[in-house]
């Protein structure tokens, strides 16, 4: 997913809150046999059409042995179909049955090195010295074959055939609970969206599988093991969640995602991605009753599920003592104070949502005690998050410099025990539900925006919870707000972090100097993507940092610059040696 399509993504799943207000959104529904779902919602004026779809799984789902598998899936369906993306299908088909004979000879060699680990005979699984010849000689054979492969793969046609009539934005995201499809396409093609899409369902093919898995790997060591708190925040879900598959991250575990096989990827595919486990939403300008047809006519012929998808059945244990976690890493002291609350839906969910509300922003309390009045904060944040099976109240905070995390929780605890002990006035509360209105409003204005939301309640409880929710957030009373904060802000069922300064012992590079913490992280992940760019590539990124760029990102151009300069030599160099 590229930065642009990344922040959309963010952007969007902020607004899935159940947070609207009292607008209503007419959808027509339309159920197939096969049990797959389709929300329409016609409306005049722009051509192109925000159409998507949504599978019914996320993380949350996986097992521990496949985890990050939903999010493998988000990175297979763009490879292409029978039909699209590859010479020759019989071919390619029979080459990845090769592929996986060899995988499940290599899982073999791995067992015994794994094996020999355990016992303290080997220390370094990847060291070349320590696999038998056997070993060796399957590796040869395997990367002969995704060589292959490559000559048998049309590159990037899905996405190609798209551009050529004039769609855009194509792209998906995972999450815990969803894993989300979407795409702007123009009115007068929207046969081709239902024909593409119910296409790459009907016959998957995992093309490129286990390539793939290597490109997920390392979007993991980018995303988490190279930025200053990644490692650490994933340490916290996991020490935060005893027992439910919450704790495990939406990436997966490094040693999952290198060993699933295709065998596992076809087998939970065809539980999570039946159309019985399928959802899609399409919002713009476009004739209902002719896009019910291609419904039926494309995606009717998708077979329903030989099995049910299974609700999620570990449940999270009650906590029964505080949870405490202090770490030195390269950024701003800071803490973090996480709670177990409540799940989507649950009557208490709405009291939390406003009571996060009353917290949050720069008209909040945490921002008006702690970074106005006490000036020991630059940042504070609050919010209820209730996903589909289980949820989490949060209170942030970036504490000053030369200021003590401890006293910035210490200031966080006290605004917390206000709202337990202190009535709200009806004036604030008032204030938070209009904001609440006001953004209702806003947010189903865009069609992209409103095609997202509905796809998530839909996942979540159904698409009609999108009307429904706003009035149960109207009806939160003061009363609830100090119920809720009472029977959820336990000592004993929060989980803390502690963020310190990590001192460096390496001199710092001179062209890192001045910058955040936030900010060095930035350039070194982007480092790693500069160091293998092409000529076009490199000009295209110094063509966009000579533009417009945000306020907070300008201290980081100049280092950008220099990178891409001496990137553009050693391309320059490697063509003349040539």
Same mark, same amino acid.
């Given at each position: 997913?590229?930065?642009?399509?990344?922040?959309?993504?963010?952007?969007?799943?902020?607004?899935? @809150?159940?947070?609207?207000?009292?607008?209503?959104?007419?959808?027509?529904?339309?159920?197939?046999?096969?049990?797959?779902?389709?929300?329409?919602?016609? $409306?005049?004026?722009?051509?192109?059409?925000?159409?998507?779809?949504?599978? =019914?799984? &996320?993380?949350?789902?996986?097992?521990? /042995? +496949?985890?990050?598998?939903?999010?493998?899936?988000?990175?297979?369906?763009?490879? &292409?179909?029978?039909? +699209?993306?590859?010479?020759?299908?019989?071919?390619?088909?029979?080459?990845?049955?090769?592929?996986?004979?060899?995988?499940?000879?290599?899982?073999?060699?791995?067992?015994?090195?794994?094996?020999?680990?355990?016992?303290?005979?080997?220390?370094?699984?990847?060291?070349?010295?320590?696999?038998?010849?056997?070993?060796?000689?399957?590796?040869?054979?395997?990367?002969?074959?995704?060589?292959?492969?490559?000559?048998?793969? +049309?590159?990037?046609?899905?996405?190609?055939?798209?551009?050529?009539? /004039?769609?855009?934005?194509?792209?998906?995201?995972?999450?815990?609970?969803?894993?989300?499809?979407?795409?702007?396409?123009?009115?007068?093609?929207?046969?081709?969206?239902?024909?593409?899409?119910?296409?790459?369902?009907?016959?998957?093919?995992?093309?490129?599988?286990?390539?793939?898995?290597?490109?997920?790997?390392?979007?993991?060591?980018?995303?988490?093991?190279?930025?200053?708190?990644? =490692?650490?925040?994933?340490?916290?879900?996991?020490?935060?969640?005893?027992?439910?598959?919450?704790?495990?991250?939406?990436?997966?575990?490094?040693?999952?995602?290198?060993?699933?096989? !295709?065998?596992?990827?076809?087998?939970?595919?065809?539980?999570?991605?039946?159309?019985?486990?399928?959802?899609?939403?399409?919002? &713009?300008?476009?004739?209902?009753?002719?896009?019910?047809?291609?419904?039926? $006519?494309?995606?009717? $012929?998708?077979?329903?599920?030989?099995?049910?998808?299974?609700?999620?059945?570990?449940?999270?244990?009650?906590?029964?003592?505080?949870?405490?976690?202090?770490?030195?890493?390269?950024? #701003?002291?800071?803490?973090?104070? $996480?709670?177990?609350?409540?799940?989507?839906?649950?009557?208490?969910?709405?009291?939390?949502?406003? *009571?996060?509300?009353?917290?949050?922003?720069?008209?909040?309390?945490?921002?008006?005690? *702690?970074?106005?009045?006490?000036?020991?904060?630059?940042?504070?944040?609050?919010?209820?998050?209730?996903?589909?099976?289980?949820?989490?109240?949060?209170?942030?905070?970036?504490?000053?410099?030369?200021?003590?995390?401890?006293?910035?929780?210490?200031?966080?605890?006290?605004?917390?025990?206000?709202?337990?002990?202190?009535?709200?006035?009806?004036?604030?509360?008032? =204030?938070?539900?209009?904001?609440?209105?006001?953004? #209702?409003?806003?947010?189903?204005?865009?069609?992209?925006?409103?095609?997202?939301? *509905?796809?998530?309640?839909?996942?979540?409880?159904?698409?009609?919870?999108?009307?429904?929710?706003?009035?149960?957030?109207? @009806?939160?009373?003061?009363?609830?707000?100090?119920?809720?904060?009472?029977?959820?802000?336990?000592?004993?069922?929060? @989980?803390?972090?502690?963020?310190?300064?990590?001192?460096?012992?390496?001199?710092?590079?001179?062209?890192?100097?001045?910058?955040?913490?936030?900010?060095?992280?930035?350039?070194?992940?982007?480092?790693?993507?500069?160091?293998?760019?092409?000529?076009?590539?490199? &000009?295209?990124?110094?063509?966009?940092?000579? /533009?417009?760029?945000?306020?907070?990102?300008?201290?980081?151009?100049?280092?950008?610059?220099?990178?891409?300069?001496? !990137?553009?030599?050693?391309?320059?160099?490697?063509?003349?040696?040539?």
């Amino acid at each position: 997913m590229n930065w642009k399509a990344f922040f959309i993504f963010f952007l969007c799943t902020l607004l899935a @809150a159940p947070w609207l207000a009292a607008q209503q959104v007419e959808v027509e529904e339309l159920v197939l046999e096969n049990g797959m779902t389709f929300l329409f919602v016609p $409306r005049e004026g722009d051509p192109n059409v925000a159409a998507g779809w949504v599978a =019914k799984v &996320g993380s949350v789902n996986e097992r521990p /042995g +496949i985890t990050g598998i939903s999010h493998l899936f988000e990175h297979m369906m763009f490879k &292409g179909t029978h039909t +699209i993306g590859v010479t020759d299908i019989e071919a390619n088909l029979a080459l990845m049955d090769e592929m996986d004979a060899i995988k499940a000879e290599l899982r073999k060699e791995e067992e015994e090195l794994l094996r020999r680990q355990r016992l303290g005979l080997i220390d370094d699984l990847s060291d070349p010295d320590n696999r038998s010849p056997r070993h060796e000689e399957l590796m040869q054979r395997f990367e002969d074959l995704t060589l292959k492969e490559k000559e048998q793969i +049309i590159k990037n046609e899905f996405d190609r055939i798209y551009t050529q009539a /004039g769609a855009s934005g194509m792209n998906a995201g995972t999450n815990r609970d969803w894993t989300l499809y979407f795409i702007n396409v123009p009115s007068n093609k929207l046969e081709l969206w239902f024909w593409m899409e119910s296409d790459r369902l009907l016959n998957p093919v995992f093309r490129e599988f286990y390539a793939e898995r290597d490109v997920v790997r390392e979007e993991r060591r980018l995303r988490t093991e190279s930025t200053p708190t990644g =490692k650490f925040r994933e340490q916290f879900e996991s020490m935060f969640w005893t027992s439910h598959p919450y704790g495990w991250p939406v990436v997966g575990w490094p040693s999952d995602v290198e060993a699933i096989t !295709r065998e596992e990827a076809k087998a939970y595919y065809g539980v999570n991605y039946a159309p019985n486990n399928l959802a899609a939403c399409l919002v &713009g300008d476009f004739d209902v009753e002719r896009a019910k047809e291609l419904a039926e $006519r494309y995606f009717g $012929r998708l077979e329903r599920g030989d099995m049910e998808p299974e609700p999620v059945r570990t449940q999270e244990i009650e906590q029964q003592a505080e949870k405490r976690m202090i770490a030195y890493a390269e950024t #701003n002291p800071q803490v973090q104070v $996480r709670w177990h609350t409540v799940a989507d839906g649950h009557v208490d969910h709405y009291p939390l949502q406003v *009571l996060g509300a009353l917290l949050n922003g720069r008209s909040g309390r945490l921002y008006k005690s *702690l970074v106005l009045d006490k000036e020991i904060a630059n940042q504070a944040f609050a919010g209820q998050s209730g996903m589909k099976w289980a949820g989490y109240f949060t209170v942030n905070a970036v504490a000053k410099q030369g200021k003590d995390p401890l006293e910035v929780e210490q200031a966080l605890y006290q605004e917390i025990d206000k709202l337990k002990n202190e009535m709200v006035d009806d004036r604030e509360l008032q =204030k938070v539900k209009n904001n609440f209105a006001a953004n #209702n409003f806003r947010r189903i204005e865009n069609n992209f925006f409103l095609m997202f939301q *509905l796809l998530l309640a839909e996942n979540s409880r159904s698409w009609k919870t999108f009307n429904e929710d706003p009035k149960r957030l109207q @009806a939160v009373t003061a009363e609830d707000v100090k119920r809720v904060a009472n029977e959820y802000f336990k000592d004993e069922t929060r @989980a803390v972090a502690l963020y310190y300064t990590k001192e460096s012992d390496e001199p710092e590079d001179p062209l890192l100097a001045g910058l955040s913490p936030q900010q060095k992280a930035m350039v070194k992940q982007m480092e790693s993507q500069i160091s293998q760019a092409n000529a076009e590539q490199v &000009g295209q990124f110094l063509g966009r940092l000579q /533009g417009d760029v945000p306020e907070q990102l300008k201290p980081v151009v100049p280092v950008l610059v220099k990178m891409l300069e001496e !990137r553009k030599k050693e391309l320059e160099t490697e063509g003349q040696e040539q």
